[in-house]
């Protein structure tokens, strides 16, 4: 696993890890999950929850109030209850508490949206966070947010690049931020590279950002453990 810190611009602090699946010398994601199949599709969504909170309570510090985003595969879950057995099982072991893990999914590939409904309304009854990444480029989209509001909205990173120098994204972003807020979602716009795309964000209300501009995600090591305030001095 490699972490890449989530950062609250205004409390100037890290919110959040998100746990990003490498392989065991680094490879990329893309490498390792293109050996994903239908076959294995369970057991490595498993063995991912299981590494990344593992890893997780090894790397936080006693002090630390940092969530830990884990990213999961709706398709790889047959029945809620029972494939989040051994994600409970693992966080009692380590000692991480359930209200600091995040389960966020990417509307990537059709799914049922009923089944994508029971997982999310499983996940909060049991206590975890849950989130919608890459909002904007998915199927569903707005369909799902009449169903179920997540506590998160991660907005696509194609929405943030450029949003400096594109008046159109800034408009599409500043309505999304106002229907999320209506809606008590808190919005993460991800991708952020530039300091001219963070000082828009900012400007618009933005709190939760995740980009280059702040840290890439680091191999088996936490970035920015002391905080947010010197990345930002340096952006």
Known sequence: MAFQPIVDVKAERVFAHE???RGANGEGAASVLTRVDLANRYAFDQQCRVKAIELAASLFKPEDDAKLS???MPN???EPRACIKLTLATAERVGLSLDRIIFEF???EELDTDHILKILETYREIGFM??????GAGHAGLSLLTKFQPDLVKLDM???RGID???????????????????????LCEGVETAQELEVLRDLGVKLIQGYLIAKPTFEVLGLQN?????????
Do not use: S, W
């Open 165 to 187: 120098r594109c008046p159109i994204k800034r408009t599409v972003v500043k309505h999304t931020l106002h229907m999320l807020d209506d809606l008590a979602i808190i919005p």
């Open 70 to 72: 884990i990213n999961f």
């Open 158 to 160: 194609d929405l943030i």
């Open 130 to 135: 849950t989130a919608i990444d890459d909002f």
């Open 19 to 21: 746990a990003l699946v």
């Open 76 to 78: 790889a879950v047959y």
């Open 227 to 235: 905080g947010y305030r010197a990345a930002a001095q340096a952006a």
């Open 106 to 108: 990417t509307e990537t």
